[in-house]
């Protein structure tokens, strides 16, 4: 991949400062606010999960589960879900987050890993590979500026990658990514383990209990506005 010059954004979601990266020539001013936008909505999502995270509760909440992560969602893995999306929120939460907005390889987002001796900590923990080797520091996330214009991918892929880069999140290839509809794992395959360490896996769940929410405070509203209908209340 081909070294590039970059200009910087910065902007404040909160306390944190957000340093938005575009290659010289090729920015858009539009763009650091989209950026700004879908950190501020995955901050939302992932604040919005852990209430719907116990063991016989909502019903929907173990469905998606199932469908997600392969499983039953038993106490271990719920509070294995729990680490990662503290992990996550955390790390989106930082004094100073650098996201880089690149389109070279066709992909989505990504985030690189350096290999040159410096150590990744997630909050002081030393990660190792499935060899038992240290992995090295990991670099900014990178999203495609073709995503940005479309709230939901811009947030999900945000998360995933935030995911990889917070949480030591993996990809399985294709039977670890979700198909563009949302509906399932582009290929199967994917076995319990390898999904509650799936990148994208974290990112559609965070999705899923968000369309939960989002419905149950439809329902709620209808009720209190007195005009509920039977779709609002069985859909």
């Known amino acids: 991949m081909s070294k590039h010059l970059y200009l910087s954004t910065t902007l404040f979601v909160g306390g944190t400062r957000l340093e938005v990266r575009q290659v010289m020539g090729r920015g858009n001013a539009r763009y650091p606010l989209l950026v700004q936008q879908a950190l501020l909505r995955a901050r939302q999502w992932l604040m919005n999960v852990p209430p719907f995270l116990h063991v016989g509760g909502d019903a929907q909440m173990a469905s998606a589960f199932r469908h997600v992560f392969r499983a039953a969602p038993d106490a271990n893995a719920l509070n294995t879900l729990r680490a990662v999306n503290s992990n996550i929120l955390r790390g989106l939460s930082d004094q ?37 080797n240290a992995i090295a520091r990991r670099g900014e996330i990178h999203l495609s500026p073709s995503i940005l214009d479309d709230p939901e991918m811009a947030t999900i892929t945000l998360v995933h990658e935030a995911g990889h880069k917070f949480s030591n999140l993996r990809d399985h290839g294709d039977k670890g990514y979700f198909s563009s509809d949302g509906r399932n794992y582009e290929q199967p395959g994917i076995t319990p383990q390898e999904a509650m360490l799936n990148a994208d896996s974290h990112a559609y769940f965070t999705l899923f ?7 149950l405070n439809r329902r709620i509203a209808a009720q209190q506005s007195g005009d509920m209908d039977l779709g609002a209340l069985f859909g």
């Not at 989505?108 to 410096?118: F, Q």
């Not at 209990?209 to 419905?215: I, P």
Request: hydrophobic content about 35%.
């Open 96 to 132: 100073v987050l650098g996201i880089k907005l690149l389109e070279d390889d066709g992909a989505l987002g990504y985030v690189r890993r350096y290999y040159s001796g410096r150590k990744h900590l997630v909050y002081g923990a030393q990660f190792h590979d499935a060899k038992d």
């Open 209 to 215: 209990m968000n369309r939960r929410l989002d419905k």
